[in-house]
C-alpha cells in the first residue's frame, strides 16, 4: 500500500521549521493564506 496521497488531496497537518530557524504549522499559514505544497527529491540524489 502507498503512501501517497492522490493529486489534489488536502495535506495532513503538519509542522516543519524553516530556513528562518521558524516553525511553521501549516494550519497557522492556512489561516493566513492560500499553501502550495511541492516536494522534490534532495539535490544529487536518484529519482
Given at each position: 500500500?502507498?503512501?501517497?496521497?492522490?493529486?489534489?488531496?488536502?495535506?495532513?497537518e503538519f509542522a516543519a521549521?524553516?530556513?528562518?530557524?521558524k516553525s511553521y504549522a501549516l494550519a497557522d499559514v492556512l489561516k493566513r493564506s492560500h499553501v502550495a505544497l511541492i516536494f522534490y527529491p534532495g539535490n544529487n540524489t536518484p529519482g
Open positions: 500500500m502507498s503512501d501517497l496521497l492522490p493529486t489534489g488531496s488536502r495535506a495532513p521549521t524553516a530556513s528562518d530557524g
